[in-house]
């Protein structure tokens, strides 16, 4: 579970810098013309600016997973340890 916790957060964090990169690209094909990033929207067709925004979003999404993926283990613990309390205690204080 770890490891695969560590390998989609690698690939989500690669995704995301990929998706960063392509807008950094984007950029610098127009950077004479550009002064903010508006301009920089209505410069470039909306699939190629939409595919750059996916592609920053899946990365994030896959990054998240993959960072809940690889603390599954504590948190599962962490949980199961609190149940386990507040269960103990209700038994106690149950007459």
């Known amino acids: 579970m770890r490891l695969m916790g560590m390998m989609?957060?690698?690939?989500?964090l690669l995704l995301v810098g990929l998706g960063g990169f392509e807008k950094v690209l984007i950029y610098a094909a127009h950077a004479q013309n550009i002064n903010d990033v508006h301009t920089l929207k209505d410069?470039?067709?909306?699939?190629?600016w939409n595919?750059?925004?996916i592609t920053?979003?899946?990365g994030i999404v896959i990054a998240v997973l993959?960072?809940?993926?690889f603390l599954y283990r504590r948190i599962a613990s962490d949980i199961?340890?609190?149940?386990?309390?507040?269960e103990d205690r209700i038994r106690r204080d149950q007459p």
């Open 8 to 12: 989609l957060l690698g690939a989500g």
């Open 43 to 48: 410069l470039t067709p909306d699939y190629i």
């Open 51 to 53: 595919i750059t925004n």
């Open 56 to 58: 920053l979003v899946g």
């Open 66 to 69: 993959g960072l809940f993926l």
């Open 80 to 86: 199961q340890q609190q149940n386990q309390e507040f």
